[in-house]
């Protein structure tokens, strides 16, 4: 499944956001469906899509017609909080906050390892004790 999602529907996500703006209602579906199956969700589009820097440009496109279906979504707990600690060890995009953000707002009580991951992941932004990006 994981393959599936990875290698046809992300290709034709990027694809139709790309030439269309927003996701055809059928996208939309299939990934209603690939929410089901969290791990092969995970490895297989939310993942590959946090580390794509050239999806970074439609981005907001994204955020926009996936808007409710993360944030109804329920996933187990565990499989949230590795998703988490992995986003957060990637390199920062707009599509691995946007998914942090997500992520955080499903108001989990997280394990301190994985604070302490998210700690490491915001502590990346300061340059000196003090300042700021």
Request: aromatic share 16%.
């Amino acid at each position: 499944m994981e393959l599936f999602y990875k290698v046809v529907l992300l290709t034709l996500i990027r694809k139709d956001i790309k030439q269309n703006i927003k996701l055809h209602f059928a996208l939309y579906q299939a990934l209603k469906k690939a929410v089901y199956k969290p791990v092969a969700f995970s490895k297989g589009l939310l993942f590959p899509l946090s580390k794509d820097l050239q999806f970074e440009r439609s981005c907001y496109n994204w955020k926009r017609s996936s808007k409710g279906l993360y944030s109804t979504a329920s996933f187990q707990a565990s499989l949230s909080f590795v998703a988490l600690m992995k986003l957060a060890e990637m390199e920062y995009g707009g599509t691995t906050g946007y998914f942090i953000k997500l992520l955080v707002e499903k108001k989990y009580a997280l394990p301190y390892r994985v604070v302490d991951v998210m700690i490491s992941h915001f502590m990346r932004f300061v340059k000196t004790p003090g300042t700021y990006l």
